[in-house]
């Protein structure tokens, strides 16, 4: 499999608070990686960083192969880099619809287009036509991966896949996520729920005050090593 992202030695501030440190890593093509760490460990700062979102104080993210560390957030999504962003950020007045054909309109070529979309996440057929602002917490992420998806990105990142989310709207965005995971989609996925991220990960990645404290193939490695990487317990 060829490295699509390559993040190096990146380091990211919020003011005087280092967030990401002299962090590495990298993702090859049809992976799926979890991001996991204890609030504040610094995951939103790295998708965020990664998409163009925040600036880096250092280092660097290359993208097939280029160099895109200074690129604006709009150019890494013409290049296949989207983020689904926490707290998912729809267009509240918007429709469905509206909200996933705003983000087609300079789409890369691809599968991705509203038929598919739609057809990737069926809950949101009967909404088409609803308010962003009228739709619950699973209805607004599925809504929030398919505009993603209209970009046709090559690398999806995804923030907080189930924070706030009922069980059931959980099992629902998994299944829609599970689809494109067999379509070959690469993807990292930032996810508090320890259990689901392992289920559908090829790799887990731990984050602990801003740098990589565990990085495994999920069959190498227990829940338990993961929860004790999580917060900073020594590896037993
Ligand atoms: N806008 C901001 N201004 C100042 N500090 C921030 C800001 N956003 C995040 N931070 C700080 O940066 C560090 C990393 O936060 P970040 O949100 O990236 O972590 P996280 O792992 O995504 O946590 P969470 O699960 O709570 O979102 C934390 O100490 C946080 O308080």
Known sequence: MSVLLEVSNLVARHGLLIAVRDLSLSVSEGEVVALVGANGAGKSTLLRTVAGAHPAAGGSVRFDGADLTGVPAHARVARGLALVPEGRKLFPDLTVEENLLVAGRRARPGQWRLETVLDAFPMLKPLRRQRASTLSGGQQQATAIGRALMTNPRLLLVDEVSLGLAPVAVDTVYESLSTLIAGGATLVLVEQDL???????????????????????????TREQVTEAYFGLELT
């Open 195 to 221: 259990a689901r991220a392992l289920s559908v990960a090829d790799r887990v990645v731990c984050l602990l005050e801003g740098r990589v404290v565990l990085e495994a193939a999920t069959g190498d490695v």
